[in-house]
């Protein structure tokens, strides 16, 4: 067991290393895109299924509590939480509105998505990058493997953060510190100290 426990440690650090090697400019231009959007009083969105709905949840707390030092509270919502929001639209529409929905009713145009999903693949993140497209909002999107069917509908505007990796967990794993140096380059413009 401790052979299988080093061999996830030394993947996990093996991704975050090749995430390193190749996702800086990228991880630049995400952060420029939503702290410009929180410089102009526009909120974030953010949604993903599973391990990235618990991401999203995270990243969401971090903003509109805190992150590392003392801040007001920013405007960011996980549109995964509300159970009679997301039993409704999965129960009158379907599962693949469930982000959709909630992206046409409380995103305005300048409000940021983002999209969280490891292959790129789900149809309710990819419905809700449709939505929010439609209604002017820029998108920030997080994938891993080849970026699916996500990379290939997003716009030169948009940004994709795509891990350099083919399995699920190490995906979310740089996920998290993607999400990590995004609260503190947020903190650092908006709030120098
Ligand atoms: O956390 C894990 C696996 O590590 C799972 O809950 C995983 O997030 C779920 O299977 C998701 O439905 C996968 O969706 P996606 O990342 O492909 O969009
Ligand atoms: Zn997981």
């Known amino acids: ?44 969105l953010v949604c993903g299924n599973g391990g990235s709905a618990a991401d999203a949840q995270h990243f969401a707390a971090e903003l509109s509590c805190r992150f590392e030092r003392e801040r007001p509270g920013l405007p960011a919502l996980a549109l995964t939480v509300d159970t009679s929001t997301l039993t409704a639209i999965g129960n009158d529409y379907s599962f693949e509105q469930l982000f959709a929905r909630q992206v046409q009713a409380l995103g305005r145009r300048g409000d940021v998505l983002l999209a969280i999903s490891t292959s790129g693949n789900s149809p309710n993140v990819l419905k809700a990058i449709e939505v929010a497209q439609a209604q002017q909002m ?53 709030f120098p100290q």
Request: one cysteine or more; charged letters at 25%.
């Open 138 to 190: 820029p998108v920030l999107a997080f994938t891993g493997r080849d970026g699916g069917q996500i990379a290939r509908q997003l716009r030169e505007s948009d940004v994709e953060l795509r891990v350099p990796s083919r399995v699920t967990a190490r995906i979310q794993e740089v996920h998290i510190l993607l999400l990590h140096c995004l609260c503190d380059a947020i903190d650092q413009s908006l």
């Open 1 to 44: 067991m401790q052979q299988r426990f080093r061999q996830q440690f030394e993947a996990s650090i093996a991704a975050k290393q090749a995430a390193l090697a190749q996702m800086l400019p990228a991880l630049g231009r995400g952060a420029q895109l939503l702290i410009e959007a929180l410089r102009a009083d526009h909120k974030l």
